[in-house]
C-alpha cells in the first residue's frame, strides 16, 4: 500500500468502450424521504428503470425500521422480485444493503442473491453513522463474508467519505487505500468509492483512483458521486479516463446524506447516460424510458425532476 500520492499519468488509460450503471436511487435515493413511499410505487419505479435497461438495482436495505422507515417494506420488495422479476428479469441484479449480520440472514432469507456492505474512510463519520469505529465495522462484516462465500452470495463494498467528512474535512488517500483493500481482500467482488458530501474534483478523483487501483484491480472499482458542488460529471469522466468502469448513479438525482448538511443528491442517471452517449460509450440503456423512470417518481414525491438531463427533455414535450 502506497503511503504517498501516486502520479496519475497523462493518457495511460483509454475510455471504456461501455459502462455498467448501478442504480441507487430506489434504496440510496429514497430511504431519507419524509413522505412514506407505498411498496408498489417502488416496484413501478423499478419495472420503470429494468424497461430502460438497467441491469442493476439496488432494491431495498434490510436495516431496522425503527433507523430507516422507508425501507421498512424490505420483505415485500424482494417477494416480488423473487416471485416475477427474477422470472421476468434473470439478468438483472437486485443487491440490498445489509449493515450487519442480522441484516445479511434476512436478506438471504428473504431471497437475495447479492448484498452490500457500507464502511466509512472518517473515523468521525463510522461513530455517528454506524456507532463504531471502522475497525469495529470491518469486523462486524467479517461473518457477513465468510457466509456470504458458503451459500455463493455475491457482495459488494462500499467506502463513505473518499474525499471529504463533514467533521473531519478532507481525508487522507491511505485511510481510503486501507478501507478498501480490506473490504476486498475479505470478499467484495466491486469496491463503490462514495464522494458521501460532493466535495471532489477531477484532478483529486484521478489521484484517488490511481491510489486505490494499487490495491484493488481497476475493473473491480466503482464510482459514487453527490454533485453538491456540481462536480459529479467532471469526476465521472475524470474517472472513465483512469479505467473505471462502473458508476453508480440515481434516478432523478434523488438522495443525500442525513449526516453531511447540504449534501445534495446522488449524480442523475439521467444525466450519466447522456454524457455516455456523447463519449459514444455503451450503456444498454434507453434514455428516454429512463427520463419517463425519473419523472415518475418526481410526480408521486410533488417535485422538480432533480436531472438537467430530464428537464431538458421534458421543456421539449
Known sequence: MT???????ENEYSLPSSVKLVEVGVRDGLQNEQTPIPTDVK??????????????????????PKWVPQMADHQAIMEYIGNTLMKTS???SFPVLTPN??????????????????????????????NCSIEQSLERFQPIFEQADQQNIKVRGYVSCVMGCPYEGEIALDNVVKVAEQLYQSGSYEISLGD??????????????AAVSQVVPMDRIAVHFHDTYGQALANIYAALQMG????????????????????????????????????DIESGINLEKLVQAGNYISQFLNRENGSKVAKAYLAKD
Request: hydrophobic residues 40%; contains cysteine.
Open 3 to 9: 503511503k504517498s500520492t501516486p502520479a496519475v499519468k
Open 43 to 64: 416496484i413501478q419505479l423499478i419495472n420503470g428503470l429494468i424497461s430502460a435497461g438497467i441491469q442493476t438495482v439496488e432494491a431495498t436495505s434490510f436495516v431496522s
Open 90 to 92: 434473470p439478468s438483472v
Open 101 to 130: 449480520n442480522k441484516g445479511f440472514e434476512n436478506a438471504i432469507q428473504a431471497g437475495a442473491k447479492e448484498v452490500a456492505v457500507f464502511a466509512a474512510a472518517s473515523e468521525s463519520f463510522s461513530q455517528k453513522n454506524i
Open 196 to 209: 458521501t458530501i460532493g466535495v471532489g474534483t477531477p484532478g483529486k478523483t484521478q489521484q484517488l483512483i
Open 244 to 279: 473505471v468502469a462502473t458508476v453508480d448513479a440515481s434516478v432523478s438525482g434523488l438522495g443525500g446524506c442525513p449526516y453531511a448538511k447540504g449534501a445534495s443528491g446522488n449524480v442523475a442517471s439521467e444525466d450519466v447516460v447522456y454524457m455516455l452517449n456523447g463519449l
